[in-house]
């Protein structure tokens, strides 16, 4: 009987340019231009001196600075990154299907085994995701893959990503660890020793992929993405897939209430 058989589904821990103007005595040609007489009558010398000696200039300003260039494009690879970023997309795809189903689940209190195993899967899915992009560097789609390799571009990634999920690089290290243990002993391998480590929070994970978002389309510009960062994508997503979710949910409470022919 899938109903009675059914276990509970995994729960993750949640914590001004100058103008030409007159003058009496002559026309200022504009800015850092020497000033000159209005005619040869204003100048006293003789013909020739007038024809030689250069007239009083006056002092042209300081030229300004140049401006600084832009900085150049980060070379990137497109092969890498034409399936790196999906991969982080999908990954908010399962994170968020996987919360909504199983606090629809929770709050209509089933037992049921299809609906475990498919609330299950998502978040397995969503860790594997994860890992692939920000997991062991040797995955050919890590993060560190598409852009040049070099520390500084890396040491710069990790700063910014330290400053916007509030750890410190121990407390990622830490967080990176859970992460994949829980991926490497639960999701894409077994041990015969059951695994009892407690679920890791995704909430920092989510942080993760709204920086990578972020930190990407810095990376490909001038080149853009025809779509919204993943932080509204997940919120419109979640408010377009609640309602289903809930309608699937009461329509099993429903046929298990009913009883057998």
């Known amino acids: 009987d899938a109903t009675s058989n059914a276990l509970p589904p995994f729960k993750t821990r949640h914590p001004a340019r100058s103008k030409r103007r007159r003058r009496k005595s002559g026309k200022y040609q504009g800015e850092g231009a020497a000033f000159r007489p209005a005619s040869r009558a204003n100048c006293w010398l003789g013909r020739e001196e007038c024809m030689t000696k250069k007239p009083k200039s006056r002092k042209a300003p300081a030229p300004k600075a140049p401006a600084p260039k832009p900085a150049a494009p980060m070379p990137y690879d497109r092969n890498v990154f034409v399936t790196q ?58 993060w560190r893959h598409l852009t040049e390799e070099s520390e500084s571009h890396a040491q710069n990634f990790r700063n910014g990503l330290f400053s916007e999920i509030g750890l410190s690089e121990v407390g990622w290290r830490k967080y990176w660890t859970d992460m994949k243990q829980f991926r490497d002993k639960w999701v894409a391998h077994r041990e015969l020793k059951p695994f009892t480590d407690p679920v890791p929070n995704f909430d920092t994970a989510l942080a993760v992929a709204y920086y990578y978002d972020n930190w990407v389309r810095d990376v490909i510009s001038p080149h853009s993405l025809d779509e919204p960062p993943f932080e509204l994508f997940a919120a419109s997503l979640r408010e377009s897939v609640t309602p289903l979710v809930n309608k699937l949910l009461r329509a099993t409470e429903m046929g298990s209430a009913e009883p057998p022919a």
């Not at 195993?117 to 050919?140: Q, Y």
């Open 85 to 142: 970023f999906p991969l982080v997309k999908y990954f908010i795809y399962h994170l968020t299907y996987y919360r909504i189903l199983f606090d629809g689940y929770e709050e209509h209190q089933l037992q049921n085994e299809f609906w475990t195993l498919t609330i299950d899967a998502h978040l397995l899915r969503a860790t594997t995701n994860w890992c692939m992009v920000f997991g062991s560097k040797s995955e050919p789609t890590h």
